[in-house]
């Protein structure tokens, strides 16, 4: 199955989070992050396997009912999507990049740079 608007969601989701479109939230698991919207809601896990040395990254759509309808891999997508440049994963890294937005997002940590860099900012 070609997933070319799986591939395009991940693009779109990566310069929506960029741009402060889209909010994360956290997720009971550590490495999953949760987006929501008007009827559906998108979950965003790394998946680390013991007996490899880079995660997978996970989207899984979720219906009204809760319910995950479908779920995709950086891994996928390269397969489908290419081909790439030789030694190139395009999903991956953007897959990456997003989960390392959500975190940063969810966990707050870019306001509290941004609080403490203010602190620091003014005279003492």
């Known amino acids: 199955m070609a997933l070319e608007k799986q591939w395009e969601m991940v693009r779109l ?3 929506r ?3 402060g479109d889209v909010t994360w939230k956290p997720t009971a698991a550590d490495d999953a ?9 998108l979950l965003l896990s790394k998946v680390s396997e013991s ?3 880079d995660p997978d990254f996970v989207i899984s759509l979720i219906n009204e009912d809760g319910v ?3 779920s995709f891999s950086d891994v996928e997508l390269y397969h489908s999507c290419g081909p ?3 030694g190139a994963s395009p999903p ?3 897959m990456e990049n997003l989960f390392e937005l ?3 997002q969810a966990s707050g940590a870019d306001k509290i740079i941004d609080e403490i860099l203010l602190q620091l900012r003014a005279p003492f």
């Open 13 to 15: 989701l990566v310069e």
């Open 17 to 19: 989070t960029e741009a």
């Open 33 to 41: 992050f949760q987006v929501s919207f008007r009827n559906y809601s």
């Open 51 to 53: 007996n490899s040395r």
């Open 68 to 70: 995950v309808a479908e």
């Open 84 to 86: 790439f440049p030789e």
């Open 92 to 94: 991956f890294k953007a």
């Open 102 to 104: 959500a975190r940063r």
